[in-house]
């Protein structure tokens, strides 16, 4: 029947250890964003947006991208609005791109997937103690998803992208100690809105998703310095960082709002 079939497709996907989608999973990212289905919400306030570039700590190469980490033990870099009952602290930022510029976003807009996406991701901690105790809550996290377009170079994002050489490796980290983020975000306050999941394991429909719906623009040089990082540790068989984006989604039971007609 359909369930045996539905289970026959949570095939192993070469990057994923945990199955490609989770069996009962009724809320999970990412997902197409059919402009024309969202629904304007008039309730839905403006996002409030407030970080101290002092909280910025490190770069991180994970081994499936690279982190830029925040030091989220006061509320010192947060937001506040948007669809959110309350405020959010910063914990970390990454991307998630292509190996060539026809995809690498996670969400796509009316089916168009854009060259990579910038991944702003935050905790309630006037709910809960801890990141990794939110992580498991419907409303614990909210992320906020910047699209990348290719176009002039992104001055802001460049001293970012001159610091990637030193964690081209898996498990590599580097002081990075002043950088405010907002200088990613697009000028314009529109966004998309809806309820989903983390796009890694453990992949936990925690996630408040606030899509941007500008892009910003970066240049052909600074999208091939993400592409020349590496999934794999010194020493092993080097593997290009491309292509860490999820597969889309089924939208299930679920309406995308938009902060604008
Ligand atoms: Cl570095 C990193 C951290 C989390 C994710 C997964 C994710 N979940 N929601 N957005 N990104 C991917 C890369
Ligand atoms: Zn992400």
Same mark, same amino acid.
């Given at each position: 029947?359909?369930?045996?079939? !539905?289970?026959?497709?949570?095939?192993?996907?070469?990057?994923?250890?945990?199955?490609?989608?989770?069996?009962?999973?009724?809320?999970?990212?990412?997902?197409?964003?059919?402009?024309?289905?969202?629904?304007?919400?008039?309730?839905?306030?403006?996002?409030?947006?407030?970080?101290?570039?002092?909280?910025c700590?490190h770069?991180?190469?994970?081994? !499936?991208?690279?982190?830029?980490?925040?030091?989220?033990?006061?509320?010192?870099?947060?937001?506040?609005?948007?669809?959110?009952?309350?405020?959010?602290?910063?914990k970390?930022?990454?991307?998630? #791109?292509?190996?060539?510029?026809? #995809?690498?976003?996670?969400?796509?807009?009316?089916?168009k997937?854009?060259?990579?996406?910038?991944?702003?991701?935050? #905790?309630?901690?006037?709910?809960?103690?801890?990141?990794?105790?939110?992580?498991?809550?419907?409303?614990?996290?909210?992320v906020?998803?910047?699209?990348?377009?290719?176009?002039?170079?992104?001055?802001?994002?460049?001293?970012?992208?001159?610091?990637?050489?030193?964690?081209?490796?898996?498990?590599?980290?580097?002081?990075?100690?002043?950088?405010?983020?907002?200088?990613?975000?697009?000028?314009?306050?529109? !966004? #998309?809105? !809806?309820?989903?999941?983390?796009?890694?394991?453990?992949?936990?429909?925690?996630?408040?998703?606030?899509?941007?719906?500008k892009?910003?623009?970066?240049?052909?040089?600074?999208l091939?310095?993400?592409?020349?990082?590496?999934?794999?540790?010194?020493?092993?068989?080097?593997?290009?960082?491309?292509?860490?984006?999820?597969?889309?989604?089924?939208?299930?039971?679920?309406?995308?709002?938009?902060?604008?007609?």
């Amino acid at each position: 029947g359909a369930c045996c079939s !539905y289970r026959l497709r949570d095939a192993l996907h070469p990057l994923w250890q945990s199955p490609l989608t989770i069996p009962g999973g009724t809320r999970q990212s990412p997902i197409n964003i059919q402009w024309r289905d969202s629904v304007y919400d008039p309730f839905l306030k403006p996002l409030k947006i407030s970080y101290d570039p002092t909280t910025c700590l490190h770069i991180w190469n994970n081994g !499936y991208s690279f982190l830029v980490e925040f030091d989220d033990s006061t509320d010192r870099s947060i937001i506040v609005g948007g669809p959110l009952e309350n405020q959010y602290r910063l914990k970390q930022f990454h991307f998630h #791109w292509g190996a060539i510029n026809d #995809w690498g976003s996670e969400h796509t807009v009316d089916s168009k997937f854009y060259p990579a996406e910038l991944h702003l991701v935050h #905790w309630n901690a006037v709910e809960y103690p801890s990141f990794e105790e939110a992580v498991m809550e419907g409303n614990g996290l909210a992320v906020i998803g910047v699209f990348l377009k290719l176009g002039a170079r992104h001055e802001g994002l460049q001293t970012l992208v001159d610091a990637l050489p030193a964690v081209k490796h898996k498990d590599t980290v580097i002081e990075f100690d002043v950088f405010d983020p907002s200088c990613l975000l697009p000028s314009c306050p529109d !966004y #998309w809105t !809806y309820a989903g999941s983390l796009t890694t394991p453990p992949l936990t429909e925690s996630v408040t998703w606030i899509i941007k719906k500008k892009p910003i623009e970066v240049d052909e040089d600074q999208l091939e310095a993400f592409r020349m990082l590496l999934f794999t540790s010194d020493g092993e068989e080097e593997k290009r960082m491309v292509d860490n984006f999820r597969p889309l989604q089924p939208l299930m039971d679920r309406t995308v709002r938009s902060s604008f007609q």
